[in-house]
């Protein structure tokens, strides 16, 4: 099977336990489980799920005891999405082709759609890690994810870049804003998988390595492409960082200078795979890859 | 020592803990750990992580191993206030005499500094645990945590409550809210405090009782003293229920027989207490007859 079909078969796998673990629409509270449901359909890859899943693997685990860690992670990404998209900070009215959260259901059942999501997802995590064979793996993971989506994770990224909107920032500053906002919520997802299998510390080290190069990675190549993609293709608004005046790599080092940094990124990430059995690690060598050819 | 200056002792022993728990204003992100620290110093009776504590003292707990999770408790319900004090939900200026947190750093800042609290409460309680002595106990305490303040919990009752503003509600429908929206997190710190000591499943559940007594009870007291109550002693403004047509216990049962349940409940969270040695128990006992006679 060639890699996109294989991503497609797991993110369709990610999205069927998905729909198990949301809350059913009923109950006097039902609004917010709609709300909820709505952006978890909304879809996307599903790449930290996946991501999380494949560390499981790749570090030895053989059941399913990785899903509601996957589950949570995909919950935590979505309620950081909704939040985002509030007039209040980036007032977006459409996602992926749909109509944002706050568009749909009004900007309190918003706020209360994502603090949802980002309680439940501990709620999964922790309830699943008590009656799992190894809790202490559990907690051990759900630390890791409250890390990297915490305040001197994903939040502290978020914070940031809500603050340079409009302002010229330094390498130094926009690389804090990558590797909170985006790359460690990668590295989460790779360091909880390898831990719910019980890997040791060699292997945690590199797919943490791993993560974080190709979270760095994934960021460049997307100020990338919002310079030189496709609408079309993207399926999304280009260009609105130069509207933005944002700065990022496109703008501090130029289109090919921005490239070179990514490709040199992707390279690290695969070089960590070489400790592992290459088979095995096919699918995330794949993965990299595609981190900088997606949408060419 | 009387209850009044014990409860003050007590509160102000978890205002220095929280003290040592609040991020240290630096870093790119600092704007965001000024407005967590603003809304946490903003202060008030430090109810739930009074209880916790004294759960885990009433349980049989000797250490300070509660101190975290009392920590989280009190972050927990900060993010909600500062939630809900926010222009999209309930847009209140002023909290506790003092400017609420948009006023002061903005509605985007005021959203992140919620999600900010409600992580760093999982972070500060899942890093304890692991490093703990009683790991098993800190998961379950967490976990409880979670659903307390969950989508089966406290943001049930805000979602019903947002949504039922100016709508004349039943008797059920006013119960769910006052379940969820108050007394899940009361039950959860009194159930915390008991697994962190290792409690037995009959002082778990007199603990629980206990805290569902005294949620309920100071929810319908909120409702009465926002009829009857003077402006001066509560230290906010009274007759807001009256003026939004919002349901309430007086509302529906008028005043003398809103005070008899409240009375009622009272009596029967200590009753629960019975199981324990009655020196042990004073200051919850004497806790609950603070919550009918507060502000009289």
């Keep these: 099977m060639d890699f996109i079909s294989e991503l497609k078969e797991k993110s369709k796998y990610i999205d069927l336990k998905l729909e198990e673990y949301m809350p059913k629409e009923t109950g006097y509270q039902k609004t917010v489980f709609e709300a909820?449901?709505?952006?978890?359909?909304?879809?996307?890859?599903?790449?930290?799920?996946?991501?999380?899943?494949?560390?499981?693997?790749?570090?030895?685990?053989?059941?399913?005891?990785f899903i509601p860690f996957s589950i949570a992670i995909e919950m935590i990404h979505t309620y950081s999405l909704i939040h985002d998209d509030l007039p209040a900070i980036d007032n977006d009215d459409l996602r992926r082709g749909k109509a944002t959260n706050h568009k749909v259901f009004g900007e309190a059942m918003s706020i209360l759609a994502g603090d949802a999501l980002l309680s439940h997802s501990f709620e999964i995590m922790l309830g699943e890690s008590i009656v799992s064979k190894y809790p202490n793996r559990?907690?051990?993971?759900?630390?890791e994810i409250s890390k990297g989506a915490g305040i001197y994770g994903m939040i502290a990224g978020q914070v940031v870049d809500v603050e340079s909107e409009g302002e010229h920032i330094d390498r130094e500053k926009l690389d804090f804003i990558?590797?909170?906002k985006t790359a460690k919520m990668i590295i989460a997802s790779m360091r909880a998988g390898a831990m719910l299998a019980g890997a040791e510390a060699d292997k945690l080290d590199a797919v943490s390595v791993y993560g974080e190069r190709i979270g760095l990675a994934f960021q460049i190549v997307d100020d990338i492409l919002d310079v030189v993609g496709d609408e079309k293709t993207l399926g999304k608004h280009v260009g609105s960082d130069i509207e933005n005046e944002k700065s990022t790599y496109p703008a501090i080092f130029g289109i090919d200078k921005s490239w070179e940094i990514a490709r040199k990124l992707i390279s690290q990430a695969k070089e960590k795979l070489d400790i592992f059995d290459s088979e095995d690690s096919l699918f995330l060598s794949n993965l990299s890859d595609y981190i900088i050819n997606r949408e060419y």
Aim: proline share 3%; glycine share 12%.
């Design 36 to 65: 909820m449901n709505y952006s978890l359909r909304a879809g996307g890859k599903r790449l930290r799920p996946v991501l999380l899943m494949e560390s499981y693997r790749l570090c030895g685990g053989k059941d399913e005891a």
């Design 178 to 180: 990558h590797m909170n």
């Design 138 to 143: 559990g907690l051990n993971a759900s630390y």
